[in-house]
């Protein structure tokens, strides 16, 4: 029930073609940024996490790793 109150409540309407779409007074406003500085942040977060989820598996999860170079006798 509540699906279908706020698609009809919705701001803009649902039911309007695009270019016929009204002024909205939103409860929070949104801040629009260009998408292309947006992607670049999004391309720098994502390597962040990435590098930063290899240190800690090279430095802090290797509980379980073992060493095959000193198993074997030269």
Same mark, same amino acid.
Do not use: E, Q
């Given at each position: +029930?509540?699906?279908?109150? @706020? +698609?009809?409540?919705?701001?803009?309407?649902?039911?309007?073609?695009?270019?016929?779409?009204?002024?909205?007074?939103?409860?929070?406003?949104?801040?629009?940024?260009?998408?292309? $500085?947006?992607?670049? $942040?999004?391309?720098?977060?994502?390597?962040?996490?990435?590098?930063?989820?290899?240190?800690?598996?090279?430095?802090?999860?290797?509980?379980?790793?073992? @060493?095959?170079? @000193?198993d074997h006798d @030269?």
């Amino acid at each position: +029930m509540y699906a279908i109150r @706020d +698609m009809l409540l919705s701001c803009p309407p649902v039911y309007t073609l695009p270019g016929t779409w009204t002024k909205c007074n939103a409860l929070i406003p949104h801040y629009n940024a260009n998408p292309n $500085i947006t992607f670049g $942040i999004s391309l720098a977060v994502i390597t962040t996490l990435l590098a930063g989820f290899g240190v800690y598996k090279a430095f802090f999860a290797n509980k379980g790793l073992a @060493d095959p170079w @000193d198993d074997h006798d @030269d």
